[in-house]
């Protein structure tokens, strides 16, 4: 099975800070580096680790940042789908807390312009899955790429809407939804858009806008699923944290991986809560296919 990966590629500067500064203050910053990440890139990443046939759809500009991404995307082996050189593409202020948790001043770029003509060159019968970052569908975006995606028939739609799931509009919201896509968020995302502040109520209040799979992530407690019928939570694996930058990518990534492949959801689960806390041990969203295989050993061996 082959996933479609929609979104972008943009340039993170990750930053280690003590704490996030008030409005007015000054903090020292350390320890800063600058790489290719983006929703979908990070998600692409993961997908290319454990080996899980894909395209990586993802706008590429015309400045000094799209020549950063360029460059990482053809090193990676991804030819480029989407090239429009109205705009550069955007960067990332990623701002990393002492306890790894993380906060994110975006500027867009090119990615933020979503033209249906992008969509022409696509051969849609190649893919039986596609997956959506909610950036990808905020403002004018979203009315593009909900328009676009109900012309599709008969592929598996894996969204997860991120951080921004309430500044999506909600006629777009109400779009997404009727194509019954798998959701894939936090536990902060899913309290903040059903307004519940109980899991079991907050997953069969969005149960009834998506009448499909959710998966929420739970932090230091793992992950859980509601199929409709039973909400199971599956444990997460002991790891320093060094950021979370990329953690839900991670996961949703190796989801998607395991279900192409024919493993079970809960399977799928425990690998992806495996793969998300190879990725928070590190910094940045990004590991080498090298790197990653030698962590999952380790991680492995010392689960035996």
């Not at 053809?74 to 050189?85: C, F, M, R, T, V």
């Not at 395991?258 to 041990?281: E, M, W, Y």
Request: include cysteine; aromatic fraction near 6%; glycine fraction near 8%.
């Amino acid at each position: 099975m082959k996933t479609l990966v929609i979104g972008a590629a943009i340039v993170d500067m990750v930053m280690q800070v003590d704490r996030i500064p008030k409005s007015g203050e000054d903090v020292i910053g350390k320890d800063t580096k600058v790489m290719v990440g983006g929703c979908a890139y990070n998600v692409a990443s993961t997908m290319h680790n454990l080996d899980c046939d894909h395209d990586l759809c993802v706008p590429v500009g015309n400045g000094m940042y799209a020549s950063i991404v360029r460059k990482k995307l053809l090193e990676n082996g991804y030819p480029i789908l989407i090239q429009d050189d109205t705009d550069d593409n955007g960067f990332c202020l990623c701002l990393v807390e002492k306890n790894g948790e993380r906060t994110f001043i975006t500027v867009q770029g090119v990615e933020g312009n979503f033209k249906t003509s992008w969509f022409d060159t696509l051969d849609m019968n190649d893919y039986d899955n596609i997956y959506l970052a909610g950036y990808q569908v905020c403002d004018h975006n979203g009315s593009v790429v909900a328009q676009w995606m109900r012309t599709l028939e008969n592929k598996t739609i894996y969204f997860a809407p991120g951080p921004v799931i309430c500044d999506i509009d909600p006629e777009t919201m109400t779009q997404l939804m009727k194509l019954n896509p798998i959701l894939h968020l936090n536990e902060k995302e899913l309290f903040d858009f059903t307004k519940e502040t109980d899991l079991d109520t907050a997953l069969h209040t969005l149960y009834r806008k998506n009448h499909n799979l959710i998966i929420v992530t739970l932090g230091s407690r793992g992950a859980a699923y509601y199929d409709g019928t039973h909400i199971t939570t599956i444990p997460s694996v002991p790891v320093s944290v060094v950021d979370t930058i990329g953690a839900g990518d991670s996961h949703i990534g190796a989801i998607i991986s395991g279900i192409s492949k024919g493993l079970s959801i809960q399977d799928s689960i425990k690998t992806a809560n495996k793969v998300s806390a190879c990725i928070v041990g590190i910094q940045g969203a990004v590991i080498t296919k090298e790197d990653f295989n030698k962590r999952m050993e380790e991680q492995q061996n010392e689960q035996n």
